[in-house]
């Protein structure tokens, strides 16, 4: 019905840059939302970066500076620049979207598998 597909993680060393890319596809009316998560080992889940209606940023203040979240509305796709990556970035990066199937309609959330970062010299 939905997909949620992220890419772009990697072995990156501290200080160090990287992209990760997430494309949501299906028959979707409309997304309200994209976000990042991220869970590092024996760790819950944590809020990364977010995007809403296309253009409202939010970030979690451990990567306000450091990370910057986009959107290709045409694609459905959301990228996370992340920069200066440090140590405690390394986790399973998580993408979520949020979807609506008709106008006026409720959202539904919906994750990807995931993709692991890890920071190491």
């Known amino acids: 019905q939905v997909q949620v597909v992220e890419s772009g993680g990697d072995l990156v060393q501290p200080g160090g840059s990287l992209r990760l890319s997430c494309a949501a596809s299906?028959?979707?009316?409309?997304?309200?939302?994209m976000g990042w998560y991220r869970q590092a080992g024996g760790k819950q889940r944590e809020f990364v970066a977010a995007?809403?209606?296309?253009?409202?940023?939010v970030y979690a203040d451990s990567v306000k500076g450091r990370f910057t979240i986009s959107k290709d509305n045409a694609k459905n796709t959301v990228y996370l620049q992340m920069t200066n990556m440090q140590f405690e970035d390394t986790a399973v990066y998580y993408c979520n979207a949020d979807v609506v199937f008709r106008q006026n309609g409720p959202t539904y959330r919906y994750w990807g598998q995931g993709t692991q970062v890890t920071v190491s010299s």
């Open positions: 299906g028959t979707i009316f409309s997304i309200d939302a």
């Open positions: 995007i809403i209606s296309g253009s409202r940023t």
